[in-house]
């Protein structure tokens, strides 16, 4: 499956391996007419695809689909209203889902796990991100940003639900 877009509108292409007969069907139904700014598909599922927004229409900014485009779900959730500019895809095991997103005012974060999105500023600067690449090998994401350079931090992990702090008393440390 190949998806591609042009402004608005979003495509696909269920036969993009076969020779000169290629069949586009148009799946921006559902989707808010804004300009197009990414698309990510699930390494291990072809027919999950997210598509990211610009603009500043409050609520338009994440939408996933799970059949191929023929129906979205809107994740915009908890994000703020400023444009979303790129996106990345973490393939993890125990289908998390875990989904990076580039805005102009930084990197946010979601996966099945947590459900929402967060702020993800772990190493990474307070700016409009441009591009991430996701290096799964050294577990790392790289930001590019509009004018701060690239940044580069590890990927998300969650905290520990309990945290039992030894040999402290009252801020002293005994050794």
Known sequence: ILYASQNT???????????????????????????????????????????????YSTGNKVFKSIDSGDNWINISENLPNVPINCIAFQDTPGNINAVYIGTDIG?????????????????????????????????TIAAGTYGRGLWRSPLY???????????????VRYY
């Open 107 to 139: 990197v946010f974060y979601r996966d099945n796990n947590i459900g929402e999105w967060i702020y993800f500023s772990n190493f990474l600067p307070v700016n409009i991100v441009n591009d991430l690449y996701i290096n799964e090998a050294n577990n």
């Open 9 to 55: 509108l979003i495509a696909r292409c269920d036969n993009a391996l076969a020779n000169n007969n290629f069949d586009w069907t148009i799946v921006s139904a559902g989707l808010p007419d804004l300009a197009i700014t990414g698309i990510v598909v699930n390494p291990s599922d072809a027919e999950e695809v997210y598509v990211t927004f610009s603009g």
């Open 157 to 171: 992990t969650s905290c520990d639900a309990d945290l039992t702090m030894s040999n402290y008393a009252g801020g």
